[in-house]
Each structure stands twice: as structure tokens, then as C-alpha cells.
């Protein structure tokens, strides 16, 4: 759940700059957060960038991918389960990418 909220919010902020990145969360907030949840500070940056880097690698595979499909055609429920479950990309962020 967590790696899908993080990839979430990363879709959204290169959607509007490519050079924004998860690590320019204030450190504050990640402690505040942690604290709240009786959390102790650990590698929670290092897990955060660990996962924008996964995602990247990701795009950058998904998009050769998906180059591979007709621009502007809707993707059928089946196509979309092969994207998933071949290429671990979820209809949405197809969608996403496709838009």
C-alpha cells in the first residue's frame, strides 16, 4: 500500500516537473509523521529514494513497452492484465502514461 501511495504522488510530481523528487520532503515532516506513529527516525529517506529509483527504472521500461501499442486506441482489460503482470504496470499508471 505504501509503495503504491509513494508511486502515486511521484506520478503526479514529475506530471508537472521530471526534476522533483520524494527526497525534497522536509525533514520535519518525515519526523512529525514518525513521531506521531510512536516511530523511531530510521532509514526512512533512504527507503523513499530506494523506491523513486525502483519507480524510474520502472518508467523508463514501461514506456518502451507501451511504445509498442497503437498511440490514441483504448487498452482492452486483457492487455492491461499482461502489462501488470508481465511489466508490474497497474492499469492506472498505464492510463497515466498513455494520457
Known amino acids: 500500500m505504501l509503495r503504491r501511495l509513494l508511486r502515486r504522488a511521484l506520478t503526479i510530481l514529475w506530471r508537472e516537473d521530471e526534476n ?24 526512512v529517506r533512504e527507503v523513499i529514494e530506494q523506491e523513486e529509483q525502483r519507480f524510474a527504472q520502472l518508467l523508463t521500461r514501461g514506456r518502451k513497452v507501451l511504445a509498442q501499442f497503437e498511440r490514441g486506441r483504448p487498452l482492452g482489460e486483457k492487455e492491461l492484465t499482461y502489462l501488470h503482470g508481465t511489466h508490474g504496470l497497474p492499469p492506472e499508471l498505464v492510463t497515466d502514461l498513455l494520457a
Do not use: C, E, M, N
Open 20 to 43: 522533483r523528487s520524494l527526497r525534497d520532503l522536509p525533514g520535519s515532516l518525515i519526523h512529525d509523521t514518525l513521531t506521531r506513529f510512536g516511530q523511531v527516525d530510521g532509514s
